[in-house]
């Protein structure tokens, strides 16, 4: 893999540009704790993202949809009840979306901070994902840039609240606390 250059303090060391989402090396994951034992582990199968550079930090922007009912967490009957008014009423809200605010970091042109706000269920919330950017490399005949990215959403904060029930201590049915992680490949704009 192309390391990154290290990053100045307002530009990134990709081209200017729209870069796509490379679908087939992208993935969006999380999980959720069920009774306080275990992990529930999920993926979303259909989803897109964009990064649109600019000639600063300040003129980045990222935009990304899921397609909820394209739930994954390996059980069927779950993902089904997963999809409705209990959870993510697919029917009414069937994307939940990102749109980003800003961009700071990079001092190492590997780490960086991307704030924005999501929508869930009709809701929208500011979040802040914790960026690493992991380079380039030439693919074929086109250039990508791979990052990875984490962050963390109260679903209550977003009206889905079934399960959130006490067991005793600090346990709960379902965890109101959701981790989700970005495994991301952008694709180099074509020159004009």
């Given at each position: 893999?192309t390391?990154?250059?290290?990053?100045?303090?307002?530009?990134?060391?990709?081209a200017?540009?729209?870069?796509?989402?490379d679908?087939a090396?992208s993935?969006?994951?999380?999980s959720?704790?069920h009774?306080g034992l275990?992990?529930v582990?999920?993926?979303?199968?259909?989803f897109d993202?964009?990064?649109?550079v600019?000639a600063?930090?300040e003129?980045?922007?990222?935009e990304?949809?899921?397609?909820?009912?394209?739930?994954?967490?390996?059980?069927?009957?779950?993902d089904g009840?997963?999809r409705?008014?209990?959870?993510?009423?697919?029917?009414k809200?069937?994307?939940?979306?990102f749109?980003?605010?800003?961009?700071?970091?990079?001092?190492?042109g590997v780490?960086w901070?991307?704030?924005?706000e999501?929508?869930i269920?009709?809701?929208?919330?500011?979040?802040?994902?914790e960026v690493?950017f992991?380079g380039?490399?030439k693919?074929?005949?086109?250039?990508?840039a791979g990052?990875s990215?984490t962050?963390?959403?109260r679903r209550?904060e977003?009206?889905?609240?079934?399960?959130?029930?006490p067991?005793g201590g600090d346990k709960?049915a379902l965890?109101?606390?959701?981790?989700?992680?970005?495994?991301?490949q952008?694709v180099?704009?074509?020159?004009?």
């Amino acid at each position: 893999m192309t390391s990154a250059s290290p990053a100045q303090t307002n530009t990134l060391p990709l081209a200017a540009g729209r870069w796509t989402l490379d679908p087939a090396h992208s993935a969006v994951v999380f999980s959720i704790r069920h009774l306080g034992l275990s992990k529930v582990r999920g993926r979303f199968e259909s989803f897109d993202a964009t990064l649109d550079v600019g000639a600063t930090v300040e003129d980045t922007r990222v935009e990304a949809s899921v397609q909820m009912a394209s739930v994954n967490t390996n059980d069927p009957a779950r993902d089904g009840h997963l999809r409705t008014t209990d959870f993510f009423d697919v029917d009414k809200h069937p994307t939940m979306r990102f749109v980003s605010t800003g961009l700071s970091g990079g001092d190492d042109g590997v780490s960086w901070e991307l704030a924005g706000e999501m929508t869930i269920n009709g809701v929208t919330k500011p979040v802040v994902l914790e960026v690493e950017f992991h380079g380039t490399e030439k693919h074929r005949e086109d250039v990508h840039a791979g990052f990875s990215a984490t962050g963390e959403i109260r679903r209550s904060e977003f009206g889905i609240d079934f399960g959130i029930l006490p067991l005793g201590g600090d346990k709960l049915a379902l965890a109101d606390r959701v981790p989700f992680e970005l495994d991301l490949q952008f694709v180099e704009p074509k020159a004009s």
